[in-house]
């Protein structure tokens, strides 16, 4: 059965730094795209990055780039994010999610929460 486990969240002043993790088990991450998404409270769930499999190609969202840092570490089947610079508008639950390709998101976890005051 396949899991995904977010920690690593909390809070932080502006300009502070989190690293999130995504502990995989019931497949390996080798196999699939990793992606992380956000939703903060009355918005729509937001894209932040994902990492794909085959060629290890990374996207960001464009409020990310340069910020964050998506990595995996393959001998412990886990996706971190790093996030640094952070703002107040990066106050959010964020969520791992993986499938078989960019997009097809077919298993989610169940979330972290980042707060960022400023």
């Known amino acids: 059965e396949v899991h995904l486990v977010e920690s690593g969240g909390g809070s932080v002043q502006a300009g502070g730094s989190l690293r999130l993790s995504c502990a995989a088990s019931g497949f390996s991450i080798d196999d699939y795209a990793i992606a992380w998404f956000r939703q903060a409270p009355g918005k729509e769930r937001e894209g932040v990055s994902c990492?794909?499999?085959?060629?290890?190609?990374?996207y960001y969202g464009d409020s990310m780039k340069g910020r964050f840092t998506i990595s995996t570490d393959n001998s412990k089947n886990t996706v971190y994010l790093q996030m640094n610079s952070l703002k107040p508008e990066d106050t959010a639950v964020y969520y791992c999610?993986?499938?078989?390709?960019?997009?097809?998101?077919?298993?989610w976890g169940h979330g972290t929460q980042v707060t960022v005051s400023a």
């Open positions: 999610a993986a499938g078989p390709s960019p997009g097809s998101w077919n298993h």
């Open positions: 990492i794909s499999p085959s060629d290890g190609d990374t």
